[in-house]
């Protein structure tokens, strides 16, 4: 099996690959979970078949995301599951600690600090800021919560990468601003209204309303 | 402005309409909270720029989405906010009420059924459902939890639409099964697993685990 991984970019070249439409690249964690799936099971290879099934997409769709990042894999062997986990983990800058600082800790933000998937994915929350000064100065677990006002400071002293922003929908862009104005770079946005944010900024929304929303159009057919 | 709204399709054919991209299905809600912010600042037209503004889109993108659903705005003088707004809930069916079913009153599961923006938007949380004894029978958030074993039967009874998971990632695969045999063809997945179901049942993973794994591609960049 060593063999039955190939590739035709050097390390670096993956890593430098920004040509992958941005909804490919917002596929390949859900790649990186099936084939952690499939390793438990003890799979060693698996077939694009196979991983469209798991993922509801076509074989061509598979091969072709897998494209914008290298040569997976030899025609009729599949690929190796192993590799390309950790390739695609690689590709997605998984394999590091991330810094992440929460705004706004009410009872959404404490969820979201108590919510035990984060870190064992590299995801470390070091930081919370609420504007509430009967919250702030207290610890919510574990973690101080500072005035909003310190944000950029915090940033640079923590070498914090991610904002995650559950505040109120009214409160969302001005925050968003700050952590903009801050060198915050990436956004993880749990208030239900879309960010204005500079183009290098990229945000994510968590919002099971949005997802609903797509859903009933497949419902209503 | 009553005549700058312009379509080329009958209603019918919109509504049956089945050949937009998925991708593009799953931004039509985020257009139509775009619109409705617009709407609330007074806003009677916006440009396909504004909206690619608001929507880190080029305006080509979002001329070409909107285009698989009709013919919305005249050029040079873009788009009436509330007709098209109106025109997007419609094809995206939320004009109505939907309910929906939880599995997993657990931490999670609890929250969900707190969460208030569901009602607003017309998803009405009509029954729970737990394998705990301890907590089948009970009442969460005015919310009768009952066993697991009686979901096909509910979901008849209720109108149920979409089902909601929210247990651990083992037992995730085996809920999504019940749900898809009990006639449900929408799920929202809080469990951080890709479920298999048919072809015909959506699944909206809400996971903010891999919201941020495709946001370091871009950070390590």
């Known amino acids: 099996m060593a063999n039955s991984y190939t590739t035709d970019r050097s390390d670096d070249e993956i890593r430098s690959n920004t040509d992958a439409p941005e909804v490919v690249v917002h596929r390949l964690p859900l790649y990186v979970r099936v084939l952690a799936q499939l390793?438990?099971?003890?799979?060693?290879?698996?077939?694009?078949?196979?991983?469209?099934?798991?993922?509801?997409?076509?074989?061509?769709?598979?091969?072709?995301?897998?494209?914008?990042?290298?040569?997976?894999?030899?025609?009729?062997?599949?690929?190796?599951?192993?590799?390309?986990?950790?390739?695609?983990?690689?590709?997605?800058?998984?394999?590091?600690?991330?810094?992440?600082?929460?705004?706004?800790?009410?009872?959404?933000?404490?969820?979201?600090?108590?919510?035990?998937?984060?870190?064992?994915?590299?995801?470390?929350?070091?930081?919370?800021?609420?504007?509430?000064?009967?919250v702030v100065g207290s610890s919510v677990g574990g973690i101080d919560v500072r005035p909003i006002a310190q944000i950029k400071e915090t940033v640079a002293e923590l070498g914090i990468h991610i904002g995650i922003v559950a505040v109120p929908a009214p409160n969302a862009q001005s925050v968003c601003d700050a952590l903009v104005e801050s060198g915050i770079k990436a956004i993880l946005n749990?208030?239900?209204?879309?960010?204005?944010?500079?183009?290098?900024?990229?945000?994510?929304?968590?919002?099971?309303v949005l997802a609903l929303q797509s859903m009933t159009y497949f419902l209503k057919s």
Do not use: C
């Open 39 to 134: 390793d438990v099971t003890g799979a060693e290879m698996v077939s694009s078949e196979q991983l469209g099934t798991q993922l509801q997409m076509t074989p061509a769709q598979i091969r072709k995301d897998l494209s914008y990042f290298g040569r997976f894999g030899k025609q009729g062997r599949g690929y190796n599951v192993k590799r390309l986990s950790q390739e695609l983990r690689s590709i997605l800058g998984l394999n590091r600690q991330w810094n992440a600082g929460l705004v706004g800790v009410g009872r959404l933000g404490r969820a979201i600090i108590a919510y035990p998937g984060f870190r064992p994915e590299g995801f470390h929350m070091v930081a919370a800021f609420d504007e509430d000064p009967s």
């Open 190 to 208: 749990y208030a239900p209204v879309a960010p204005q944010v500079p183009l290098e900024v990229k945000v994510r929304g968590v919002d099971p």
